[in-house]
């Protein structure tokens, strides 16, 4: 099947499912798991050059799902009840169809992840990070939700939702598109992500706007993700450096930040600390 008759026939199948199973809009937000604190901190983990190029440009780069290592994003899992139920409605094509979903919809799908915790992650300052010269951005779900400019084009269609950890082939992923891309293996556990997500499944969706105030920039879509605008001081709460990184380094970012007028605290990460006695 070609990608555009899969794409014709996934429109004609999304109103077909929302007919036979009742997959509304307002059912696929009853999956989408908010932090139930809007206040809720949240890290991301990356190197310098990284952190200089969201300044620099005032964006957040959100990838395209098919770049993403996980060769299980956007699959679906479903108990045996539930299969038997699928098959009955759409019996000839189930396994291609299921087959084909997430190849083809994670082309469409772009998504920037975050690390839900109250405090630093020594785990994913290793992960992520392949030198000293790393950066954490501490900021909040609020801000998170509040930080995309107002004027973007993209701005009402992110949803941000907590990352839900199940077992394939045991537990239920709900038959939607969207709420494919907030469901990762139990192995991935201790990310606890919260992901951003926005689709541009549509033509009408990658269109230059008729409006001039929500006109996408020339280069925000790239072949492996977009690039989304933002206002740093509301998603910025706090700067961290690496725990193995020098003070230089340090005074270096506090520099940079003063140079791009920038209100936000620059810490050298409380892994660095001493013990007390």
Known sequence: MSKKDFIIRLKNKNEYMIKSLGITEAYKNKFIEKP???NAKIWRYLDFTKFISILDRKVLFFVRADRLSDKFEGSYSFPKDIVS???KISPHDFKEWFRLLPKYTSEFMYVNCWCLGKYESSAMWKLYLKSDEGIAIQST???LSECFNKNSAYKEGIEI???KYIEYGKDLIPPNMY???LYKRKSFEHEKELRAIITLISDEQIEEPKDKKNKKPENDLTSSGIYIPIDLDILIEKIY????SEKWFKDL???IVRKYKLKMVVKQSDLSKDPVL
Do not use: A, C, N
């Not at 450096?241 to 193995?244: D, G, Q, R």
């Open 36 to 38: 139930k604190d809007e």
């Open 85 to 87: 139920l699928i098959k």
């Open 141 to 143: 779900y609020k801000r």
């Open 161 to 163: 939702g907590k990352i």
């Open 179 to 181: 709420l494919s891309f």
């Open 241 to 244: 450096v690496s725990p193995t």
């Open 253 to 255: 970012v506090e520099s």
